[in-house]
Structure formats: structure tokens, C-alpha cells
């Protein structure tokens, strides 16, 4: 789910929830992974995403996988879209890297 969350210095910036959908009625915080449309070239470990009427997105935008964080429920603005199956699969490579998962 690609959502709005806040970001540096108050600006609003999208973000993808990380969180396994089983654990998201029950908590009050959820992990997410803050995008940005600055990309860099750590395409292993940041997905770049092109945007489209599914996700939402208004300009080519980088997962920053590497700075993944807790955000609180009531701090989410609102969901933007949803990611491609394509995508999610980069994404879970990117988090496997990042986590240290991947051997």
C-alpha cells in the first residue's frame, strides 16, 4: 500500500507499509518504508518505482528501504495506491539485502 506519511521537516512524502497485513487491525504503529523522488544510485537496496494510476505516484520516486521505520496509525494521511506485484517482488529483494536476510 503506498500511503502518505509525514517526512524531514514536516513535508509529506508517500511511504509503503512493510507490515504483514495479519498484524495491521491490532497495532497502532505500522513499518514503513519512506520514498523519495531524489534517486540515488543504491538501486539494490532502494527500488526505483515509475508512476502510474496504481501506485499513485506523481513523479518517478525511490524506496528507501534502508531507512525503514515505525510510524504511528493516526500520523498516516491517507493511501495514495497500491504497488504491482513486480514491484512488491523488488521490493522484498531490496528488504531481504537491507535486513541482512539474503545469503
Known sequence: MVM???GDLGKPR???IVQADELRADVTSFLVCPMSSE???LHYARPVFE???G???RVRS???VDKLLPLRR????RTIGHISETERDHLDRALLIVL???R
Open 4 to 6: 502518505v506519511a509525514p
Open 14 to 16: 508517500p511511504a509503503i
Open 39 to 41: 534517486v540515488q544510485t
Open 51 to 53: 508512476p502510474s494510476v
Open 55 to 57: 501506485n499513485g505516484l
Open 62 to 64: 525511490q524506496v528507501m
Open 74 to 77: 493516526e500520523r498516516i494521511r
Open 100 to 102: 541482512g536476510l539474503a
